[in-house]
């Protein structure tokens, strides 16, 4: 910015060398040197330096956990009923994303309590309502109709009298108003109706007043979390980047001297951008700025930083102090980038949209060419949604080697990254070059992956997982059969590594590889006692030889993590590096992948954020049907609401809003709506001289942007065309469109979308053709499965990938072997005939018949033993048997039988690795009979011990996201080890797993 004024203003020495003088920076850069300059009077270390995002999120992180765990060591019943209350596994990172609006809010911590409760519906405003309709005659009303109504009133009651909120809540579940059942046309239904609508709405101000005590606690947590940040960065002497913003403004806020001082250093004051302005910046401009020094440059219809707080209506109001103050507005009409059809196009689709300001766009460029048609608006529909947005990546590539142009000169612009492989591979098929400024991640790259588990390698050899995708890389080269072979000698696969002593079982270049990669990898450990792991790095790079695969893109990203690394070498071990690396991972950040060094050359994929302030020749924003997820996290914040959280209602299996976060939905749904609309016209604009609109569908109702534009632009993708139309501008100009709408598969004329051929190898001479990889994850699964996933995916891996059974020397001779007993228990239990039972097992049968739970289920009205059942989680079906279910007049009991040789005490314990078990349960039969199970047991048969389970959704394990975490591991073969007291009772632990016990 500095170059270019110098440039502007080269005729006129003096202003030249005033803006030589000027603070030309960003308001973090303007708020550092300020402190630095001011740091006594700001009360910070003058040697403070700035702590990058990385840094930042690492260290929150830590303390969120800290003072978690100080919390629950001084309040575990509090914690455990916060927990179980929020049912949200996304809990710490969303109250780190409200303290982060907060602290751009300029709201501190302390403060949340003085929020006032919005308005809500309450029980005396049911009571009304119900007063009303009890002194209704209810005339002409039916017997049938009276009696319904009857029942209204006496359910409605209940609800008003309760003693407490947990009471009035199961009171609505029983509640129940048929307006089908009441007579139409009269006062009464109406008041029914009025009545039914009322209660809904209560639930909110039922379950703030319910987590009342769950609410004070989040904020004692948040507190904690407040002032062990602050002084983790106070003892490294590190300023975060809402640390410089509110640090300034204070100093500016409470030292007069110092404020009167600075104001005094500048004649003007200019903020580039101010429709991205949060309130904590627009705090500190106030004190800043003088009256009649300040200019402000900003358009709302490109205010499209919400989710980093930014407040466009801190510019609405000012530019309305501005014009109501007889200040000086000027509007700024002018477009020097684009087509007149092109703003005709936008003016179009834009007119109307909540957000969007109207304002006529001029166009004031002139270009050499004048294209027929510079817009284009495709929709491409197919039975399935993957197939009908690869057949429109396709388009895109074809009509990008249609124009002829040069590759850098198109952009595809995109608002979810998940479309974007979609269109990267219609690319390569095609061979257009290009560069994606947002991609899969920077951490997800092959490169990037294959550094970090030599990484994870050099830190830890035992780390099997690592050490198997090291040896698999290119940093080894070692066979499939090799790492077979290692796997099969019976112990951990970095200890056979390391023990490997003979070649026998191994080709001869196999075993050379081998042998070479482990003399340098115990020097490169003995080298990390002495030599930063970035150095470590570097030579392991250089020694190895490693190249990438992706080429220049590949060195890029190389380079980029070896900066990183050599960054964080100044701060943390190798150990701590790797679980750095590990938490982003986890975080999954979307950092961009380094651009190569030829990107320049090819098309820019990237999101519209990522391309505000750029512009294009040729412009697509592409897949025009994706949308993003919008609700407000569990816990969020909203500078005119406070802090809300979603909670568990106790009265049935749902989560709830409470009044602060029901308020918050609603005034967010408003706002992304709002910010939405503008984000698309941001994308438009950035186009020069063509514009490309397209989006793809199964045929079924249009979503986010793309049926916006198909109502403003009177598209209908039903009936296939390929058209020259003419469409009329708010203004009343009429402008040309082509709309295309075609139906897949499609082949596209001049692109190669001939499947590319496996990967070969060949190994021992004979050629072996390798499946591309895709989708790792299994389609199916067993509850088994699932719950010993959830106890440890470590050793879940270690039995179900690698085939090991754990099995231990030990059994008591002339005993049944304990899974035949819990076999012929379980049969014996359904009723099943088995020969010559072992008469342990005909003990345990009893056992359970004996038992209350036993005696109820033979009197039950409707048993299901042995229950088979299939259903769907997420993406995956899962199967399991259940041991025993049963109705009782309106309650359901689900009861799951054990033959584990446990004491009482030891049963107890082990009830909580068989939660999830019972968890899944529940849900299949809530799928049969419509409701939850009332209450689950484990009866354990050896002590006779009966556990109940808590049926409600755990934070830690909810069977959703198990699902995710399960098929995640798959899907990254990264398997962590979940040490705890129930390694002692692991086949694995001492052997095959590196767990400490």
Same mark, same amino acid.
């Given at each position: 910015?500095?170059?270019?004024?110098?440039?502007?203003?080269?005729?006129?020495?003096?202003?030249?060398?005033?803006?030589?003088?000027?603070?030309?920076?960003?308001?973090?850069?303007? +708020?550092?040197?300020?402190?630095?300059?001011?740091?006594?009077?700001?009360?910070?270390?003058?040697?403070?330096?700035?702590?990058?995002?990385?840094?930042?999120?690492?260290?929150?992180?830590?303390?969120?956990?800290?003072?978690?765990?100080?919390?629950?060591?001084?309040?575990?019943?509090?914690?455990?009923?916060?927990?179980?209350?929020?049912?949200?596994?996304?809990?710490?990172?969303?109250?780190?994303?409200?303290?982060?609006?907060?602290?751009?809010?300029?709201?501190?911590?302390?403060?949340?309590?003085?929020?006032?409760?919005?308005?809500?519906?309450?029980?005396?405003?049911?009571?009304?309502?119900?007063?009303?309709?009890?002194?209704?005659?209810?005339?002409?009303?039916?017997?049938?109709?009276?009696?319904?109504?009857?029942?209204?009133?006496?359910?409605?009651?209940?609800?008003?009298?309760?003693?407490?909120?947990?009471?009035?809540?199961?009171?609505?579940?029983?509640?129940?108003?048929?307006?089908?059942?009441?007579?139409?046309?009269?006062?009464?239904?109406?008041?029914?109706?009025?009545?039914?609508?009322?209660?809904?709405?209560?639930?909110?101000?039922?379950?703030?007043?319910?987590?009342?005590?769950?609410?004070?606690?989040?904020?004692?947590?948040?507190?904690?979390?407040?002032?062990?940040?602050?002084?983790?960065?106070?003892?490294?002497?590190?300023?975060?980047?809402?640390?410089?913003?509110?640090?300034?403004?204070?100093?500016?806020?409470?030292?007069?001297?110092?404020?009167?001082?600075?104001?005094?250093?500048?004649?003007?004051?200019?903020?580039?951008?101010?429709?991205?302005?949060?309130?904590?910046?627009?705090?500190?401009?106030?004190?800043? $700025?003088? &009256?009649?020094?300040?200019?402000?440059?900003?358009?709302?219809?490109?205010?499209?930083?919400?989710?980093?707080?930014?407040?466009?209506?801190?510019?609405?109001?000012?530019?309305?102090?501005?014009?109501?103050?007889?200040?000086?507005?000027?509007?700024?009409?002018?477009?020097?980038?684009?087509?007149?059809?092109?703003?005709?196009?936008?003016?179009?689709?834009?007119?109307?949209?909540?957000?969007?300001?109207?304002?006529?766009?001029?166009?004031?460029?002139?270009?050499?060419?004048?294209?027929?048609?510079?817009?284009?608006?495709?929709?491409?529909?197919?039975?399935?949604?993957?197939?009908?947005?690869?057949?429109?990546?396709?388009?895109?590539?074809?009509?990008?080697?249609?124009?002829?142009?040069?590759?850098?000169?198109?952009?595809?612009?995109?608002?979810?990254?998940?479309?974007?492989?979609?269109?990267?591979?219609?690319?390569?098929?095609?061979?257009?070059?290009?560069?994606?400024?947002?991609?899969?991640?920077?951490?997800?790259?092959?490169?990037?992956?294959?550094?970090?588990?030599?990484?994870?390698?050099?830190?830890?050899?035992?780390?099997?997982?690592?050490?198997?995708?090291?040896?698999?890389?290119? #940093?080894?080269?070692?066979?499939?059969?090799?790492?077979?072979?290692?796997?099969?000698?019976?112990?951990?696969?970095?200890?056979?590594?390391?023990?490997?002593?003979?070649?026998?079982?191994?080709?001869?270049?196999?075993?050379?590889?081998?042998?070479?990669?482990?003399? $340098?990898?115990?020097?490169?450990?003995?080298?990390?006692?002495?030599?930063?792991?970035?150095?470590?790095?570097?030579?392991?790079?250089?020694? +190895?030889?490693?190249?990438?695969?992706?080429?220049?893109?590949?060195?890029?990203?190389?380079?980029?993590?070896?900066?990183?690394?050599?960054?964080?070498?100044?701060? #943390?071990?190798?150990?701590?590096?790797?679980?750095?690396?590990?938490? #982003?991972?986890?975080?999954?950040?979307?950092?961009?992948?380094?651009?190569?060094?030829?990107?320049?050359?090819?098309?820019?994929?990237?999101?519209?954020?990522?391309?505000?302030?750029?512009?294009?020749?040729?412009?697509?924003?592409?897949?025009?049907?994706?949308?993003?997820?919008?609700?407000?996290?569990?816990?969020?914040?909203?500078?005119?609401?406070?802090?809300?959280?979603?909670?568990?209602?106790?009265?049935?299996?749902?989560?709830?809003?409470?009044?602060?976060?029901?308020?918050?939905?609603?005034?967010?749904?408003?706002?992304?709506?709002?910010? &939405?609309?503008?984000?698309?016209?941001?994308?438009?604009?950035?186009?020069?001289?063509?514009?490309?609109?397209?989006? &793809?569908?199964?045929?079924?109702?249009?979503?986010?942007?793309?049926?916006?534009?198909?109502?403003?632009?009177?598209?209908?993708?039903?009936?296939?065309?390929?058209?020259?139309?003419?469409?009329?501008?708010?203004?009343?100009?009429?402008?040309?469109?082509?709309?295309?709408?075609?139906?897949?598969?499609?082949?596209?004329?001049?692109?190669?979308?001939?499947?590319?051929?496996?990967?070969?190898?060949?190994?021992?001479?004979?050629?072996?053709?390798?499946?591309?990889?895709?989708?790792?994850?299994?389609?199916?699964?067993?509850?088994?499965?699932?719950?010993?996933?959830?106890?440890?995916?470590?050793?879940?891996?270690?039995?179900?990938?690698?085939?090991?059974?754990?099995?231990?020397?030990?059994?008591?001779?002339?005993?049944?072997?304990?899974?035949?007993?819990?076999?012929?228990?379980?049969? #014996?239990?359904?009723?099943?005939?088995?020969?010559?039972?072992?008469?342990?097992?005909?003990?345990?049968?009893?056992?359970?018949?004996?038992?209350?739970?036993?005696?109820?289920?033979?009197?039950?009205?409707?048993?299901?033993?042995?229950?088979?059942?299939?259903?769907?989680?997420?993406?995956?079906?899962?199967?399991?048997?259940?041991?025993?279910?049963?109705?009782?007049?309106?309650?359901?009991?689900?009861?799951?039988?054990?033959?584990?040789?446990?004491?009482?005490?030891?049963?107890?314990?082990?009830?909580?690795?068989?939660?999830?078990?019972?968890?899944?349960?529940?849900?299949?039969?809530?799928?049969?009979?419509?409701?939850?199970?009332?209450?689950?047991?484990?009866?354990?048969?050896?002590?006779?011990?009966?556990?109940?389970?808590?049926?409600?959704?755990?934070?830690?394990?909810?069977?959703?996201?198990?699902?995710?975490?399960?098929?995640?591991?798959?899907?990254?073969?990264?398997?962590?080890?979940?040490?705890?007291?129930? +390694?002692?009772? +692991?086949?694995?632990?001492?052997?095959?797993?590196?767990?400490?016990?």
């Amino acid at each position: 910015m500095r170059k270019k004024l110098a440039e502007a203003f080269r005729g006129d020495r003096e202003i030249r060398a005033k803006m030589e003088r000027a603070w030309v920076s960003t308001v973090h850069g303007f +708020c550092s040197r300020l402190l630095r300059e001011h740091a006594v009077f700001a009360g910070i270390d003058p040697e403070f330096y700035q702590a990058d995002e990385r840094e930042s999120w690492r260290l929150q992180r830590e303390c969120i956990s800290a003072a978690m765990d100080a919390l629950f060591r001084e309040h575990p019943a509090a914690v455990r009923a916060l927990i179980r209350g929020l049912s949200s596994p996304e809990f710490e990172e969303a109250a780190l994303s409200a303290y982060d609006a907060m602290r751009g809010a300029g709201v501190r911590v302390e403060q949340l309590a003085a929020f006032p409760e919005p308005r809500g519906r309450t029980v005396r405003d049911v009571a009304l309502t119900l007063e009303e309709l009890s002194a209704d005659p209810a005339e002409a009303w039916s017997v049938a109709q009276s009696r319904h109504l009857d029942a209204v009133l006496e359910s409605a009651e209940r609800i008003v009298t309760a003693a407490i909120p947990l009471e009035a809540l199961r009171a609505i579940e029983s509640f129940s108003a048929n307006l089908q059942k009441c007579k139409r046309g009269t006062t009464a239904y109406e008041l029914v109706r009025r009545l039914r609508e009322e209660i809904g709405e209560l639930k909110y101000a039922l379950i703030t007043a319910h987590y009342a005590p769950q609410r004070e606690l989040l904020f004692d947590l948040l507190g904690r979390f407040d002032r062990l940040y602050r002084e983790r960065k106070r003892q490294e002497g590190a300023l975060d980047f809402a640390d410089l913003e509110e640090f300034a403004a204070r100093l500016l806020e409470e030292n007069p001297e110092a404020r009167a001082r600075v104001q005094a250093q500048f004649d003007h004051i200019l903020m580039d951008e101010f429709q991205d302005t949060n309130g904590q910046q627009a705090k500190l401009l106030g004190l800043l $700025r003088r &009256s009649g020094n300040f200019y402000a440059v900003g358009d709302i219809n490109q205010s499209i930083f919400g989710f980093r707080h930014a407040e466009p209506d801190v510019f609405r109001e000012y530019r309305g102090t501005v014009g109501a103050g007889g200040g000086r507005l000027v509007e700024l009409a002018g477009n020097f980038r684009s087509r007149a059809e092109i703003l005709l196009a936008v003016e179009t689709i834009a007119a109307g949209a909540p957000g969007i300001e109207p304002r006529r766009l001029t166009a004031e460029r002139e270009f050499e060419q004048l294209e027929p048609v510079a817009v284009e608006c495709l929709s491409v529909t197919a039975d399935d949604m993957d197939q009908a947005l690869g057949a429109e990546a396709r388009w895109v590539a074809r009509r990008v080697l249609e124009l002829g142009c040069e590759f850098q000169d198109v952009a595809v612009l995109v608002r979810n990254t998940e479309v974007i492989p979609a269109f990267t591979a219609a690319f390569d098929e095609a061979g257009i070059a290009y560069a994606v400024n947002h991609g899969r991640g920077f951490y997800d790259c092959r490169e990037v992956t294959d550094l970090v588990n030599l990484l994870r390698v050099i830190a830890n050899p035992r780390d099997e997982i690592a050490l198997a995708a090291v040896l698999r890389s290119p #940093l080894a080269g070692v066979s499939p059969d090799a790492l077979l072979e290692l796997r099969a000698m019976g112990d951990n696969l970095g200890a056979a590594f390391m023990a490997l002593s003979a070649p026998a079982g191994f080709e001869a270049a196999d075993y050379e590889t081998l042998r070479r990669f482990r003399e $340098r990898l115990k020097e490169w450990r003995r080298r990390r006692e002495y030599v930063t792991f970035d150095r470590l790095l570097l030579a392991a790079i250089d020694e +190895c030889g490693y190249r990438p695969e992706s080429g220049a893109r590949g060195d890029a990203n190389i380079e980029k993590f070896l900066a990183q690394a050599r960054g964080a070498a100044a701060r #943390l071990s190798l150990d701590e590096f790797v679980e750095e690396l590990a938490l #982003l991972r986890d975080d999954n950040p979307r950092e961009a992948d380094a651009p190569p060094e030829d990107a320049a050359g090819g098309v820019q994929v990237m999101t519209v954020h990522s391309a505000k302030g750029l512009e294009f020749p040729v412009v697509f924003v592409a897949a025009l049907h994706k949308g993003v997820e919008t609700s407000p996290p569990p816990v969020a914040f909203s500078p005119r609401i406070g802090l809300g959280a979603r909670w568990r209602n106790p009265a049935r299996r749902e989560e709830k809003d409470d009044l602060f976060q029901h308020a918050l939905r609603q005034e967010r749904q408003q706002r992304e709506l709002a910010e &939405s609309n503008r984000l698309l016209y941001v994308a438009m604009t950035r186009a020069e001289e063509r514009l490309f609109l397209s989006f &793809s569908g199964n045929g079924k109702k249009l979503q986010n942007w793309a049926a916006l534009i198909a109502e403003a632009l009177h598209f209908h993708p039903a009936d296939a065309c390929d058209e020259v139309v003419t469409r009329t501008a708010p203004n009343g100009e009429e402008w040309s469109l082509r709309l295309v709408a075609l139906r897949a598969p499609t082949v596209f004329a001049g692109v190669d979308s001939r499947a590319k051929a496996p990967p070969v190898e060949t190994v021992g001479g004979t050629r072996f053709e390798y499946p591309a990889i895709a989708g790792q994850e299994d389609g199916n699964a067993t509850v088994t499965a699932l719950t010993e996933f959830a106890k440890c995916p470590r050793a879940y891996y270690l039995g179900h990938y690698l085939g090991f059974d754990g099995s231990r020397p030990g059994a008591q001779p002339g005993r049944i072997p304990a899974a035949e007993l819990g076999l012929q228990v379980h049969a #014996l239990l359904s009723g099943a005939p088995v020969p010559d039972a072992d008469p342990e097992a005909l003990r345990l049968a009893d056992v359970f018949r004996q038992s209350p739970l036993g005696r109820r289920a033979a009197q039950a009205g409707r048993v299901e033993r042995e229950f088979d059942f299939l259903m769907a989680v997420e993406d995956l079906v899962i199967r399991g048997q259940i041991d025993l279910w049963f109705e009782e007049g309106e309650e359901t009991v689900l009861v799951d039988y054990k033959t584990d040789d446990v004491t009482r005490q030891q049963a107890h314990e082990r009830a909580r690795d068989y939660a999830l078990q019972l968890r899944l349960y529940a849900m299949a039969v809530e799928r049969v009979v419509g409701r939850p199970p009332s209450r689950a047991w484990l009866h354990f048969l050896r002590p006779n011990t009966l556990v109940e389970v808590d049926l409600a959704p755990s934070l830690l394990d909810s069977p959703e996201q198990v699902v995710r975490d399960f098929q995640e591991a798959q899907a990254s073969l990264d398997f962590p080890m979940n040490a705890g007291d129930r +390694c002692h009772r +692991c086949p694995f632990v001492r052997d095959l797993c590196p767990a400490v016990v």
